[in-house]
């Protein structure tokens, strides 16, 4: 079997949540680490592991990201990774995959289905090496894992939305 890691430079983490109900706050995570078992040319049976440096949050707000990473929210100091562990990989379509597991936040666990598309796989021509890129697309209900802080707003409605959008982008080298 190939051995699969993450090429974390072009790979991406990046969330986006309902702010004062009109508009979207955007993020990123910097730093996070994929797992593969299995041949990822046969992904209905192979499985992932996907761990996330919470600390590594990034809104382009200082202010923002500190909040974040306080008990407020992620608790970073006694939470701080975020993990997926897949249980399952159902073929959709010959690109599409819903890939279902535990998602673990703030030490609540849930299971939670992603959507995954399969980019395909090319020579790298300045490595030799075989790469397989893939796109996730998802969205979590950030109070079922505990991530409750919010305030209300004058006209009404609250200041973030429950309903997070996750997208991420993963390149993978596959070394023969």
């Known amino acids: 079997m190939a051995n ?14 309902k702010h004062m109900m009109v508009s979207k706050a955007k993020g990123e995570f910097q730093d996070f680490d994929l797992e593969v078992n299995g041949d990822v040319k046969d992904l209905e049976n192979t499985s992932v592991k996907v761990t996330v440096d919470v600390s590594s949050i990034e809104t382009n707000n200082e202010d923002r990201n500190g909040h974040l990473k306080s008990e407020d929210f992620f ?87 429950k309903e997070v959008n996750l997208t991420a982008a993963f390149e993978l080298v596959i070394e023969e």
Request: aromatic share 8%.
């Open 75 to 161: 608790d970073v100091e006694n939470h701080p990774n975020i993990v997926f562990e897949s249980k399952s990989v159902k073929k959709v379509s010959d690109s599409e995959y819903h890939v279902t597991g535990d998602v673990t936040i703030r030490g609540t666990t849930n299971e939670e289905t992603f959507t995954v598309y399969q980019n395909g796989i090319a020579k790298d021509p300045m490595g030799g090496n075989m790469v397989a890129g893939f796109d996730v697309e998802g969205k979590i209900n950030r109070e079922d894992y505990g991530l409750t802080w919010n305030a209300p707003l004058e006209t009404g409605g609250v200041l973030i939305g």
């Open 4 to 17: 699969v890691t993450l090429d974390k430079v072009h790979s991406a983490i990046n969330f986006s949540v």
